[in-house]
């Protein structure tokens, strides 16, 4: 029987980087995978009854292949080595798929075969749920025809930010030409630079340089420039890690003047959230070929031209976002009594810290396609 495996992911701004996905799941019974295109079982276990095949394993871990696979071993939406692309910056490369042949499949009394269970997508911070039969799937073969799946199973895996821990990945630092001060990133959870040396212990998988904040990345948010109609920010990311590479990165701002937004000089942009005229939260990630890729110890940036609303100011922390999250995972933000204020100013009233989250509970569907 042909099984086609296809994983969905449907976060708008999350996705899965290297080293990718590593899917697995127990069988009902004592299934064999005999062969597979697009991806490969890590092991191939106990073998001896069924010479040859290609897993025998009850718990078999499935990785994709790589780049640059030969042709004959590639099906649709395979061999990236398991990136899944977010939904926002690349729907295409947002889904994955393999197909395997497996056999001794264990049936129900009515002759079905039995579903399996406790699936695992094998990155951090996801949970996966058990697989569910849905309608089965129509998948077209070349320009009019269709074929169907003689059944379809989904699984649904969620993201969490508290199962990965309490560990910041980033932090958020606020310049502002209207004030002196420069409110440096709070302190992330990787300890402190041992005396005369210039990299941080191991933290989360991560070596980073040793900083004031410690944290593996860093978010500058500069207001820079006031203009008569605009306002200019320059926005800079900084990689502290010494031994990683961030591919099709990403960072999410909130903030109150997104909707007035208008140009973004080197750097990707769409809304995500938009109720009606208002749009507060953005996504932002690198250009192809020129800075998708943020290197270890490296920066990208890029500067951001706002209109002035008609309620717009500098005071009150306005000019400032109230969250930030880079690759989807928030980012330390310096509390709000530590904004700049603009000089010689009374005390002004500045926004609360009771602001709108992102959902951080976020899926991932997985689709078995029997056939």
């Not at 019974?29 to 295109?37: L, N, W």
């Not at 001794?104 to 996966?128: A, E």
Request: charge should be positive; aromatic fraction near 12%; proline fraction near 6%.
């Amino acid at each position: 029987m042909q099984v086609l495996v296809s994983l969905h992911n449907y976060q708008l701004y999350r996705h899965v980087e290297d080293p990718g996905w590593r899917l697995s799941w127990f069988w009902a019974g004592d299934e064999v995978i005999y062969d597979t295109t697009g991806a490969e079982a890590t092991e191939q276990g106990n073998c001896s009854l069924f010479v040859g095949a290609h897993s025998c394993e009850k718990h078999p871990v499935m990785v994709d292949l790589a780049r640059g696979v030969p042709y004959a071993r590639q099906v649709d939406h395979c061999c990236r080595g398991g990136v899944l692309s977010s939904l926002t910056q690349n729907s295409e490369a947002a889904t994955s798929a393999f197909l395997m042949h497996v056999g001794n499949f264990k049936s129900s009394s009515d002759g079905i075969p039995q579903k399996p269970f406790n699936f695992s997508l094998g990155v951090p911070g996801y949970r996966c749920s058990n697989a569910t039969m849905v309608a089965p799937t129509r998948t077209r073969i070349g320009k009019h025809r269709h074929v169907q799946a003689l059944m379809t199973w989904q699984a649904t895996c969620f993201y969490s930010q508290t199962a990965v821990g309490p560990f910041r990945a980033c932090c958020v630092s606020l310049p502002t030409f209207y004030s002196r001060t420069i409110v440096e990133c709070p302190h992330c959870t990787c300890g402190a630079c041992p005396a005369g040396t210039s990299t941080a212990p191991q933290c989360q998988d991560a070596e980073i340089r040793c900083t004031g904040h410690m944290c593996p990345i860093r978010v500058h948010w500069h207001v820079k420039k006031s203009y008569t109609e605009y306002w200019r920010v320059k926005l800079s990311i900084n990689n502290f890690n010494r031994f990683k590479n961030y591919s099709d990165w990403n960072i999410v701002v909130q903030h109150p003047s997104l909707q007035e937004l208008t140009q973004v000089f080197s750097f990707a942009y769409e809304p995500l959230v938009q109720r009606g005229t208002i749009n507060d939260t953005g996504l932002f990630w690198g250009l192809p070929r020129f800075n998708q890729m943020l290197p270890q110890d490296g920066t990208v940036q890029t500067e951001v031209l706002l209109r002035k609303g008609k309620d717009f100011s500098f005071s009150g922390g306005w000019a400032l976002p109230r969250k930030i999250y880079f690759d989807g995972s928030e980012c330390a933000m310096p509390p709000p009594d530590d904004f700049p204020q603009l000089p010689s100013s009374s005390p002004v009233q500045r926004f609360s810290g009771g602001h709108r989250w992102l959902a951080s509970g976020a899926v991932l569907v997985l689709g078995l396609l029997l056939t």
